[in-house]
Nanobody, 124 residues
């Protein structure tokens, strides 16, 4: 069973940057797509970014396009979310997840394994 641990969250001013990391401890990390989702208080969890199993294909939500970039390092069994030009509306708990698919998917329920989340707070 895959276990995922997110790090890198914190408090940042609007316009600033953060880089989230997700370290996997299981044996299937390199076989499946990975994704980042977020959940703000009182809102549903939403897809933010995804990357295929090979790393050759990525996609991000329209709300973060041009600001967020997802990547993965297969040798280190890690995934990353580079977040630039942060806005107060980006404030949320960010979750790393492993998909049951090899290609990028926006569908939350197609992700089987989840980390515990890391808080990102953007002040205005």
């Amino acid at each position: 069973q895959e276990q995922l641990l997110e790090t890198g969250g914190g408090l940042v001013q609007a316009g600033g940057s953060l880089r989230l990391s997700c370290a996997a401890s299981g044996r299937t990390f390199n076989d499946y797509a990975m994704g980042w989702s977020r959940q703000a208080p009182g809102k549903e969890r939403e897809f933010v970014a995804g990357i295929s199993y090979s790393g050759g294909s990525t996609d991000v939500a329209d709300s973060v396009k041009g600001r967020f970039t997802i990547s993965r390092d297969r040798a280190k069994k890690s995934a990353y979310l580079q977040m630039n030009s942060l806005k107060p509306e980006d404030t949320a708990v960010y979750y790393c997840a492993q998909s049951r698919q090899t290609i990028v998917t926006h569908i939350i329920y197609e992700y089987d394994y989840w980390g515990q989340g890391t808080q990102v707070t953007v002040s205005s």
